[in-house]
Structure formats: structure tokens, C-alpha cells
């Protein structure tokens, strides 16, 4: 027998306020625990109060509710932590609990969160990754003995330059490419990235469109119900961009399996990553997960040094006179007759406290990538509790004025002087966190430390930069995300052009 109408309106009225109730049940007991923070609407809780710009308007939220903000996202719990002290607490005295990911529904395409290195769960299988990146790739004897990997792409950028000169430079896409094809020599002995290389043009624009999904809010996070329709089609967009970057490096593992079954040995310095990861197989460490392992390195360590890098040049561009004691400092140590070195750039002092003072007002990741409390945990007073999603928003740190004089300021000079001095932004001084901290730490930092300082270096030295007619500095803002590449500018040789 078919239900009235009437009777279908009633059983949705009644569920409907079923959800409501324990919502509102849940809410409740919860927040008697939580830190303080702003009311939410029902059902959507703070959403709207996020806006566009979420990392300034938490900073907003922090000055009438403290270092620590609770907000309820959805379904979703989630504590913004907004001050050196709450982070050390995070990063460094409950570093075992606050060590887990809330794994992103977009991480969840083709199984990518079961072998990531990123959004893995801490556990064996993640140590296991993050011990064969760090000795194999990131260790400072790898690091050193890739030293004329660095140099040769880093002289092939400068001379692409060179031969545009007097012509718009997309400074993003020039340093993207060096930053892919670094990776490329060291994963696979080969460039990746030629600019005018149509193939290598998709490649960037993958890994690009990548990035933007990862910072894009999604629905089905906040409201994990709705994951099986995926509602904003977030999720069938990132499996095909992950398809193709799987299918990229697969080329390269199946190429490489050929050539070793015809049992060339090879000695151990003239193996790349991509041999000592097949070397590395196991049960559980199969080629799906160096696949994946590989397609998650390009995504993450080309985006964060082609960012840092843009802003330094985007704050230098700004600050005439910090340019040029820039340009004097290197005019000092390099001179004009020889292109910079990266063993110039340990005596460049001023080029790193521009490079500290860069990260503080623009770090890569504005809010870090979130971390997971394993199990419930007191910080500051307040509980944690079990499965909380846990923000550190180091762009509200690097603009706090009770820490830093002039936040809004690029200043330099602030690092080469007084107790800033001693701060850097390796995960040791929770006042500067941009790759974050404790034992979820960016594996890459040694690597990209490095490369970001030699090729700003090597952008300053060898060019006058000037911006397109009609363009302004004030036109370059930064957006919430990964992601920025609006720096155009003309470059003009300043090197006798044999150096070129």
C-alpha cells in the first residue's frame, strides 16, 4: 500500500530533527571541553565564518578567543592552534599523539592515501617511506653528492632566461620547471621539463590543477555522508589527475625494470632514487607504492620552492632598497665575473634573512597540512579530544605583533640582529614553522633550503628585474592554498653574456 504524502513529510520532518538533536546533543557536551571559540549556525557550523582568506580571518578570531580556537566545520571538529607556545606543545611535547593525518576524501582516489607518504597513517608503512626518502634522496651525503645536478639545472634556467631577455618572463613557470626537472635527475638520471615542450606543459599543468583540489573545500569532508555522491566532483578529478601522474611514472619503472633484467650491476654511486626504491622492494612495499611515492614527490616538492621563490622576488620587486643591499651582498661575495656558486650562498647572509623573512610573511602552506590527535590529549588547559583535527596557522604566528615588530613589513634585517638572529625555519623555533615541525616535518626541507637559496641567488646576480609596462606590485596578493605564479617581469642581463 502506497504512504500518504503526509506520511513521507512526517518521517523526514522526524529525521530531520532526529540529526538536529544530536548534533545539537553532541555539540554541546563537546565544547564544554574544547578551547573556546566563535558560535556556529546548525548544521554548518563555522563555514561561513571561514570566508575566502580562513587563515586571516582564524587570526582575527584568535585576538578575542586566545591562542588556541575551536570551530566546528560541518560534522567535522577542528582546533586552530595560533601561537608558538600552543604549537610547541603540538609539535614537540605531544609530538607521538598530534603525529596522525585526517586523511582528505580527495586522498582517498585510487587508494593514494594507503601508500602516501603525506596522508599516510603513522605507523610502520609511513616510517618505513620516510626512512628510505630521507637516507636515499634527502640526506645530507645524497644531498652533497647531487651538488652538480643542482648547478647544471639550475645554469640551464639562467641561460633560458638569457635568451629571453628584453622579453615578459612567467618567473612561476621558469622556476617550476627547474624544480621538476631537479627531481627528474635525481629520481630518474633525466630532465622531465623542457618549457617548450608541449608534453612537459601537461605535465605542469597536472600537477598544478593537483594543488588547487588539494586546498579546495570539499563537502564530503565536512559532511562524510555525502561521500558516495562526492557532490562537487572533487574527488573523480583528482583520481584522474593522479591516474596520470601514475601513468608518468610508471613510464619510467617499467623502463628501468627492463634495462636491470638484462642484469646490469651498477655501482652504488651511480644509482639514482628510482633504483634504490625498486632495491627497497617488499611484501608490503611494492611498485603501486613507489608509484605512488614518486607521483606524491613531484606534486609536493616542486610546488613549495617555486612559491617561496616567487614571493622573495615579489618582495624584492617591492623593496627597491632591500634589493639592492641584496645585490651589493653578492656583488661582494660572487662579483661580476663568474655566475653564482651554491657554495657562495652559505656566505650570503643577507639573502638568507630575506629568505627567513619571506617564509615568515608568506609561507608555503598558510595553515600547514593538518594533523590528527590519535588519542585525546590536555593543551593548555583545554582537552583535545580523540580524532580532533588539529590547524597550526603559521601565517598568523609569522603576523603576530606581540612576536614580531612591523609584522606587515619585509624586514630582513630582523634576522641579522638581537635574539631573531638565532631563529630559523628548520622546526626548532616555533615562531618560524613554515615546512612545520616534529616528526611530520616536510622530509624535503634539506633539499629545498638549499636549492631555493641558490637559485634566488642566481636570479638576483645574474639579472635587473623590471616589471611589464602597466603593471603594478600592488597588483601580486597572495590567496589561501599552495599555489601562486603571478610574478611576470622582464629580465636584463647584468654578467658579460659569456657567462650566460
Request: aromatic share 10%.
Amino acid at each position: 500500500m502506497d504512504i500518504p504524502p503526509l506520511s513521507w513529510s512526517s518521517l523526514l520532518l522526524s529525521a530531520a530533527s532526529f540529526v538536529l538533536f544530536f548534533l545539537w546533543r553532541r555539540e554541546t557536551k563537546t565544547k564544554l571541553l574544547l578551547p573556546p571559540g566563535p558560535p556556529g549556525w546548525p548544521i554548518v557550523g563555522n563555514l561561513f565564518q571561514l570566508g575566502r582568506r580562513p587563515h586571516e580571518s582564524l587570526y582575527d578570531l584568535s585576538l578575542k578567543y586566545g591562542p588556541l580556537v575551536s570551530l566546528r566545520l560541518g560534522m567535522k571538529t577542528v582546533v586552530v592552534v595560533l601561537s608558538p607556545a600552543m604549537a610547541k606543545e603540538i609539535f614537540k611535547t605531544h609530538d607521538n599523539i598530534f603525529a596522525g593525518r585526517p586523511v582528505m576524501e580527495t586522498f582517498r582516489s585510487l587508494s593514494h592515501d594507503k601508500s602516501s607518504l603525506v596522508w599516510g597513517d603513522y605507523g610502520p608503512y609511513w616510517r618505513n617511506l620516510r626512512r628510505i626518502s630521507t637516507v636515499e634522496l634527502f640526506s645530507p651525503k645524497r644531498i652533497e653528492a647531487l651538488e652538480h645536478l643542482r648547478r647544471d639545472q639550475v645554469f640551464r634556467t639562467i641561460r633560458l632566461v638569457f635568451e629571453d631577455k628584453g622579453k615578459v618572463v612567467d618567473l612561476g613557470r621558469t622556476v617550476f620547471c627547474t624544480s621538476l626537472n631537479l627531481l627528474g635527475n635525481m629520481i630518474f638520471g633525466t630532465n622531465v621539463c623542457d618549457p617548450r615542450n608541449p608534453v612537459s606543459a601537461e605535465l605542469k599543468y597536472t600537477i598544478w590543477e593537483l594543488m588547487k583540489l588539494l586546498v579546495m573545500p570539499n563537502l564530503a569532508d565536512l559532511f562524510p555522508f555525502l561521500r558516495f555522491l562526492d557532490p562537487q566532483g572533487v574527488s573523480r578529478q583528482m583520481a584522474g589527475y593522479f591516474k596520470l601522474l601514475y601513468d608518468f611514472s610508471e613510464t619510467f619503472i617499467q623502463k628501468r625494470l627492463a634495462a636491470t633484467s638484462k642484469c646490469v650491476d651498477l655501482n652504488d654511486s651511480d644509482k639514482d632514487f628510482l633504483d634504490a626504491l625498486l632495491d627497497s622492494r617488499t611484501e608490503d612495499f611494492t611498485l603501486v607504492g613507489i608509484r605512488a611515492l614518486i607521483a606524491e614527490l613531484f606534486a609536493a616538492g616542486t610546488e613549495s620552492s617555486t612559491t617561496t621563490i616567487e614571493w622573495a622576488m615579489v618582495e624584492f620587486i617591492r623593496n627597491p632598497q632591500k634589493l639592492n643591499r641584496v645585490r651589493q651582498e653578492l656583488d661582494e661575495v660572487v662579483g661580476c665575473k663568474r655566475r653564482v656558486e651554491e657554495s657562495d650562498v652559505d656566505r650570503l647572509p643577507y639573502l638568507h634573512a630575506a629568505l627567513k623573512e619571506s617564509f615568515r610573511l608568506h609561507p608555503p602552506a598558510p595553515m600547514l597540512l593538518p594533523h590528527r590527535a590519535e588519542s585525546s590529549c590536555e593543551i593548555g588547559g583545554f582537552v583535545i579530544p580523540k580524532h580532533t583535527q588539529v590547524m597550526v596557522n603559521v601565517w598568523a604566528i609569522g603576523r603576530d605583533p606581540s612576536i614580531w615588530n612591523n609584522p606587515s613589513e619585509f624586514m630582513p634585517e630582523r634576522f641579522l640582529e638581537g635574539e631573531n638572529s638565532k631563529i630559523d625555519y628548520r622546526g626548532h623555533d616555533f615562531e618560524l614553522i613554515p615546512f612545520g615541525a616534529g616528526r611530520r616535518i616536510c622530509p624535503a626541507l634539506p633539499l629545498a633550503s638549499r636549492m631555493v637559496a641558490f637559485v634566488l641567488a642566481s636570479l638576483l646576480h645574474s639579472f635587473q628585474w623590471k616589471l611589464p609596462d602597466g603593471m603594478r606590485v600592488t597588483d601580486m596578493t597572495d590567496e589561501f592554498g599552495v599555489t601562486f605564479k603571478q610574478l611576470h617581469a622582464i629580465p636584463v642581463p647584468r654578467l658579460p653574456d659569456n657567462l650566460y
